[in-house]
């Protein structure tokens, strides 16, 4: 299995900025997109940024110009810059990438914990 650790989330006042941070370990032969999801309260899991392992990067209309996404291949890391944020950014945020241990024939997707975001007066 892959482990995803996840860390940054927390309270912060609307306009305010956070940056999450999530660490993968286990025995990788390769890991491919990463990415970033969230869940607000009776809401459904959506993707708010992804980055292939060569960069390329996709956002979420409702976060682009205000968040950025960015990873270490060498390290196995992936962070999210969150600026401006606002009220309706309120959710928890997860860890996700797709990767293939050396056991594997096959990549698969694997899932941090979850980390909650709060932005808040």
């Known amino acids: 299995q892959v482990q995803l650790v996840e860390s940054g989330g927390g309270l912060v006042q609307p306009g305010g900025s956070l940056r999450l941070s999530c660490a993968a370990s286990?025995?990788?032969?390769?890991?491919?997109?990463m990415g970033w999801y969230r869940q607000a309260p009776g809401k459904e899991r959506e993707l708010v940024a992804s980055?292939?392992?060569?960069?390329?990067?996709n956002y979420a209309d409702s976060v682009k110009g205000r968040f950025t996404i960015s990873r270490d291949n060498a390290k196995s890391t992936v962070s999210l810059q969150m600026n401006s944020l606002k009220p309706e950014d309120t959710a928890v945020y997860y860890c996700?990438?797709?990767?293939?241990?050396?056991?594997?024939?096959?990549?698969?997707?694997?899932w941090g914990q979850g980390t909650q975001v709060t932005v808040s007066s």
């Open positions: 996700n990438c797709n990767a293939r241990m050396l056991t594997q024939t096959e990549a698969t997707d694997y």
């Open positions: 286990g025995v990788i032969f390769v890991i491919n997109a």
């Open positions: 980055i292939t392992r060569g960069g390329t990067t």
